[in-house]
């Protein structure tokens, strides 16, 4: 069955009595008409057998399954944070006018944030048992309409594609196939000066608020200059998101171009970090360190390279 819909927030008046209790698949057929939908969520113009992907957030539903959200807490009192920022002046030395800057701790009131994690529903290309390329997400419990899951996992297949079908395992089997996530592009081998790495993240950088845009930089920088031996940049859901590997440390740093406000630090080795979801990722029981957005930060990775 095919849903048409922008959005739904009640499954029981979409699904019938009967896939109660069952295990479904939800996505799409692959088809000319919908190519260039599949291709904007993050597959390439064709998809093959096994590959997976974080889809790319085009709407508050992939943004929420990608990068989760902040809940404002107004029920409990307000509380000091800080916003980094740039600060420029001038200096005079003797008859030379010298242009400075630096990054400052802006402190604000606010009302404390909750964390809520990405929900980071994955979509494959599998073939079904009638030879049909699909598009879909992994089995999925549907058993009412409180099924929070399932019902998340519809609207972003909606959102993504403009539609949703529902497949019975019957149909589409996944719980055996080779998978290869495209969620990484890994530069190829190599030195990584910070000019180098600058080429291949502008693209990322353009897309940052103005006014964050100098601290991006200034820590991209400063990771690069401890001369990565592999940089990896994010795709699809994970647009925004680098690596910089130092397998011999082993090291391997995290940072986000324009999204939350922290460097994550993990020691495990590189393929197995590319496997992980991204709720995976963020999950703090899997991070070696979380170096936290403010003035302190660049002594904080130098210790992790013994420099300081």
């Known amino acids: 069955m095919i849903i048409q819909k922008k959005r739904i927030r009640n499954l029981e008046r ?5 896939f109660r209790g069952q295990e479904l698949c939800l996505g799409i057929v692959y088809t000319e008409h919908n190519a260039e939908r599949i291709k904007q969520a993050g597959f390439p113009v064709k998809p093959v057998i096994g590959d997976r992907i974080l889809p790319t957030f085009i709407g508050p539903v992939t943004r929420f399954n990608a990068e989760g959200k902040m809940k404002i807490r107004r029920d409990l009192p307000m509380e000091t944070a800080y916003r980094q920022v740039e600060w420029h002046w001038t200096e005079w030395h003797g008859k030379e006018e010298v242009e400075r800057s630096d990054f400052k701790d802006v402190p604000y009131q606010r009302y404390p944030r909750e964390f809520i994690p990405p929900p980071s ?5 599998v073939l079904d048992n009638q030879g049909r390329l699909l598009i879909v997400t992994d089995p999925l419990l549907y058993e009412n309409a409180g099924s929070l899951d399932f019902l998340h996992a519809m609207n972003v297949c909606l959102e993504l594609f403009g539609e949703c079908e529902v497949f019975t395992l019957t149909l589409a089997s996944t719980t055996s196939l080779a998978t290869h996530r495209l969620n990484w592009q890994i530069l190829p081998a190599g030195k990584y000066p910070w000019e180098k790495v600058r080429s291949a993240v502008q693209p ?9 845009i100098g601290a991006i930089v200034m820590r991209l920088e ?3 200059g401890y001369e990565p031996e592999f940089v990896a940049i994010g795709t699809a859901g994970f647009h925004g998101y680098i690596i910089f590997g130092f397998p ?11 999204y939350g406000n922290a460097t994550y630090v993990f020691d495990r080795d590189w393929e197995t970090l590319s496997r992980l979801t991204k709720a995976e990722i963020l999950d703090q029981s899997l991070q070696k360190d ?3 957005h403010l ?13 300081c």
């Open 14 to 18: 979409h699904l019938p009595d009967n």
């Open 121 to 125: 529903v994955e979509v494959q290309a």
């Open 204 to 212: 990322i950088i353009d897309r940052a608020k103005k006014g964050h």
């Open 222 to 224: 400063t990771v690069s």
């Open 248 to 258: 011999s440390k082993p090291l391997f740093i995290l940072e986000s171009a324009y």
């Open 290 to 292: 979380r170096l936290v």
């Open 295 to 307: 003035s302190g930060w660049p002594l904080r990775l130098g210790r992790l390279f013994g420099k």
